[in-house]
């Protein structure tokens, strides 16, 4: 219905907020750092069993730019989500890491310990 040469607004669907907040993501500067993370934990934790593909290029989306450029200047809850999500996915992988580091650590001694019995036992 128009009114005075406006046209009335209509809500978005849920799909196109759906796209929407998808191209807000995809769109900001942390973007590309938050996909590197990700991969990294991945790597971790494949260890030597894979490779990770990966579906979007982080240096791309690195590179991309912010769909709002009020967002530099004005933090919204977007960049508070990103930054918090970035620094969770660094501790995650590190918290992989060193509980893998333990792991092999505990398997070492106990091979060089099985290796002592063994040892001991057949003289």
């Known amino acids: 219905m128009e009114t005075g040469g406006e046209k009335e ?6 799909e196109e907020d759906e796209e929407i907040l998808k191209k807000r993501i995809s769109g900001h500067p942390l973007f590309g750092l938050l996909i590197e993370n990700h991969l990294g934990c991945l790597k971790v934790g494949l ?3 894979g490779e990770v593909g990966i579906t ?3 240096d791309q989306a690195a ?3 912010p769909n709002n450029i009020d967002t530099v200047h004005n933090p919204s809850d977007l960049d508070h ?3 918090a999500y970035c620094m969770a996915l660094r501790k995650l992988k590190e918290g992989i890491e060193e509980a893998q ?5 505990f398997i070492k001694a106990t ?3 099985l ?3 063994t040892h001991t036992n057949h003289p």
Do not use: A, N, V
């Open 47 to 49: 260890g030597e069993f």
């Open 81 to 83: 989500f990103m930054e």
């Open 115 to 117: 290796g002592e019995l």
């Open 63 to 65: 590179d991309s730019k």
């Open 56 to 58: 979007t290029e982080p």
């Open 9 to 14: 607004k209509r809500s978005p669907t849920p």
């Open 111 to 113: 091979y060089l310990q």
């Open 101 to 105: 580091q333990e792991s092999e650590t």
